[in-house]
């Protein structure tokens, strides 16, 4: 069993800064990735950052100079930054991580509930 707990979701102004955090827990072998995605109502989820493990850090083109990942291998922790938040920011975004355990020790995909952000004057 895993768990992907979120927190730091809120509404914020146009131009203001949250962050969100996300820490996995449970038997985990190993997490070869971590990150986040979003989803706006009526739109699809699309991604926002990755960052895997001793890989290059990915961000999508519409966060790229705004938005700043970064992770706790101690534990299990991954962040987002967001800076210069946009209205287009608002969404709920979801923790991903990619992952084995000792019950199922293949490497598949787990999220998280999901936290809102909203940007909004």
């Known amino acids: 069993q895993v768990q992907l707990v979120e927190s730091g979701g809120g509404l914020v102004q146009p131009g203001g800064s949250l962050r969100l955090s996300c820490a996995a827990s449970?038997?985990?072998?190993?997490?070869?990735?971590m990150g986040w995605y979003r989803q706006a109502p009526g739109k699809q989820r699309e991604l926002v950052a990755t960052i895997p493990s001793g890989g290059n850090i990915n961000y999508a083109d519409s966060v790229k100079g705004r938005f700043t990942i970064s992770r706790d291998n101690a534990k299990n922790t991954v962040y987002l930054q967001m800076n210069s938040l946009k209205p287009e920011d608002t969404a709920v975004y979801f923790c991903?991580?990619?992952?084995?355990?000792?019950?199922?020790?293949?490497?598949?995909?787990?999220w998280g509930q999901g936290t809102q952000v909203t940007v909004s004057s």
């Open positions: 449970g038997s985990i072998l190993g997490i070869n990735a």
């Open positions: 991903y991580a990619y992952l084995s355990t000792w019950s199922i020790p293949r490497t598949r995909d787990y």
